[in-house]
């Protein structure tokens, strides 16, 4: 069977499987678009196919584009990356001094996010609501985020923000008289010929756009209305297509309009002030991860009915994206699925029998403990506790969400031994639609010499 067929085959049942009315599809390899495909239905209502032209939104992936124009900025001596928020929001809270940035661009800022809500609603334990269905302008924008206390002082932790996202927009904006999409549009989409890349909307008229889809108690309906502001913030709000993203794969691979000075500050992990790494490996606009030992470079995205997963092994030159009309779809599970089609060496772990249920309730305590906050120190080699404890990788890994310890299975995917310790590698369901991948590694007295976590 040919690597189209099989590629097609696959799909085509996901799409079944999933209840996804449709996917767009990019595959790159050494800079050449080697798969680009629509399968199922941009518009149920209107029985229209998806095309590589379908029109999908960005949800966060649209992050790795904000960061591209806060780099391009940089590049051009507008911005400092270690400048401090109020420098260019100065009308910001005394709070938000300390940070910088980098750090909003990294998720280390402290910031955290909106809850979205249909109807005015009173702050609750700190989140600040805001109304999708009114519109919002820069200040009220502005004025929303200063509402909401840090989470943690800047650069000592993680949280995923998507009001950072929102400030780093705005701050395009001031820096360059338009509105962040316009940057991209001029330094970055119509260069590497991004044709139909922008900004979403809901009132002009996009040719070849997909209609978002929802699963509600276990029935497909339409997206929900958002207003047009909070439809197109650079935390998320760009429209584009598999074309669009396939052009973009071949940019990363061998850059024409991105400086490579750029490209690599963009995908380098960041650190927290103790010199650790920060939860995911985030970077600026992407995560860092492994699958079997091979770096992963990803982005996913949900938004407005729609999802999206672009992922990136640089070492195999493998590149996929995945635009989903389904708020729900699993895309970053596809895409994985795909690159093991290119590359057998990069396919999705698959589940492995599990001949030792009583470690695996061991470590079903273990990670109850760690999301509820009580790790008990017992439970790990002094070098591992020290780790943990002393670095704020506990507080990191409570801080990323998603995973629920009390009605979540623990998946066991690998199993062994190495020097003399027992390895064992789970894959856990989250809230969010993806899975968090979990090693842990015990020594011979039972205890925890390391651990692992990372989003797939």
């Known amino acids: 069977m040919s690597f189209a067929t099989a590629l097609n085959d696959y799909l085509v049942s996901e799409i079944d ?9 990019a595959v790159v390899q050494q800079g050449q678009i080697v798969h680009l495909a629509g399968y199922g239905l ?8 998806v095309t590589p032209d379908t029109i999908f939104q960005s949800g966060s992936t649209a992050k790795m584009f904000t960061a591209t124009g806060i780099l391009l900025l940089s590049q051009d001596g507008r911005i400092d990356l ?51 269905w009114q519109d919002h302008s820069n200040d009220q924008l502005i004025a929303l985020a200063a509402l909401s206390p840090l989470l943690f002082q800047p650069g000592e932790s993680y949280q995923y923000s998507n009001i950072g996202y929102v400030l780093a927009g705005i701050i395009i ?43 509600e108690t276990g029935h497909l309906t339409s997206r929900h209305w958002t207003a047009p502001t909070l439809l197109r913030t650079a935390d998320g709000g760009l429209y584009f297509s598999p074309r669009d993203i396939a052009h973009w794969l071949i940019e990363l691979e061998s850059a024409r309009v991105l400086a490579p000075e750029l490209l690599s500050v963009m995908f380098e992990p960041s650190r927290l002030k103790n010199g650790q790494p920060a939860f995911n490996n ?3 606009g992407w995560e860092n991860a492994e699958i079997r030992g091979h770096h992963k470079i990803r982005h996913g995205g949900t938004w407005d009915g729609f999802r999206a997963e672009i992922t990136r092994f640089p070492a195999q030159g493998v590149s996929v994206a995945v635009l989903a009309n389904l708020q729900e779809a699993r895309v970053a599970h596809i895409a994985q699925a795909i690159a ?3 590359d057998p060496a990069l396919a999705p772990y698959a589940p492995v029998e599990d001949t030792n249920q009583a470690a695996t309730i061991n470590d079903r305590i273990l990670l109850r403990a760690i999301l509820t906050g009580h790790p008990a120190r017992e439970a790990f080699t002094a070098e591992a506790w020290d780790s943990w404890s002393g670095n704020g990788w506990f507080e990191q890994l409570i801080a990323s969400g998603g995973v629920n ?3 979540s299975s623990l998946q066991l995917i690998e199993n062994g031994r190495e020097h003399g310790e027992s390895v064992r590698h789970y894959s856990l369901p989250t809230e969010y639609a993806y899975h968090m991948h979990w090693l842990v590694r015990r020594s011979a007295d039972g205890k925890v010499s390391e651990m692992r976590f990372s989003r797939t």
């Open 17 to 25: 499987r999933q209840q996804i009315p449709g996917l767009g599809v």
């Open 42 to 49: 941009s518009n149920i209502e209107h029985n229209v196919a």
């Open 82 to 132: 270690d400048h401090p928020l109020t420098r260019y929001i100065p009308e910001g809270p005394a709070i938000w001094s300390g940070i910088t940035i980098r750090q909003m661009l990294s998720m280390t800022s402290g910031l955290g996010n909106f809850e979205e809500v249909f109807a005015p609603a009173p702050i609750h334990d700190g989140v600040v609501p805001i109304n999708v």
């Open 173 to 215: 904006e001031r820096l360059t008289g338009q509105p962040y999409y316009e940057l991209l549009k001029e330094r970055v989409f119509k260069p590497i010929g991004m044709a139909t890349a922008r900004e979403a909307t809901w009132f002009d008229i996009v040719p070849n756009r997909a209609a978002g889809h929802s699963i």
């Open 282 to 284: 985030y970077s600026l």
């Open 340 to 342: 093991g089609f290119v």
């Open 405 to 407: 310890c009390t009605n």
